[in-house]
């Protein structure tokens, strides 16, 4: 199996493949998809990992301000887990991420989602604090200095 990873920049009404990426998402998330709000959204990066044609796993983030991307989604087809899509899909984002000036990448997780909860840490994030949502739920924020990787990979990132 040779997974090919793309992405795309700008709104998901551009990106053709958005409609089996909304699909994948509500399997993993259930059908209430946070996703609609990304209709609204014209500056989205969206990555996807493909099986053939088939999505099997994607990242979506966008610009917090000058210095700071926010990574908002991510998911991988249960099938496909174990494999380092979400660990490829986040090392991608973040050499992206660096290539445009961004200085730093946050996202926010909860406890229920142990294994994201844990890639983050082991990809260099940091807990910086927690809140509760909309819904009375705790989210976990975390952050990650691009400027780090900068020095130890001598601006390759």
Not at 9 to 23: A, I, M, T, Y
Not at 37 to 58: P, S, T, W
Not at 86 to 112: D, F, I, P, S
């Amino acid at each position: 199996m040779a997974i090919k990873y793309i992405f795309h920049q700008g709104s998901p009404e551009d990106f053709s493949s958005w409609p089996q990426l909304v699909k994948l998402n509500q399997e993993i998330f259930g059908p209430e998809s946070r996703l609609q709000k990304a209709g609204e959204m014209d500056n989205l990066f969206i990555q996807a990992a493909l099986d053939g044609e088939r999505i099997i796993g994607y990242k979506i983030g966008y610009p917090y301000d000058s210095v700071t991307f926010y990574s908002w989604m991510g998911g991988v087809d249960p099938d496909y887990r174990g494999q380092g899509i979400a660990r490829e899909l986040m090392r991608q984002q973040h050499q992206w991420c660096a290539h445009q000036g961004y200085l730093e990448v946050q996202t926010k997780t909860q406890n229920r989602w142990r294994e994201m909860l844990m890639l983050n840490i082991s990809s260099g994030f940091d807990i910086i604090g927690c809140q509760i949502d909309r819904r009375g739920e705790l989210k976990i924020i975390l952050s990650k200095n691009l400027t780090d990787n900068l020095i130890k990979d001598g601006g390759d990132n």
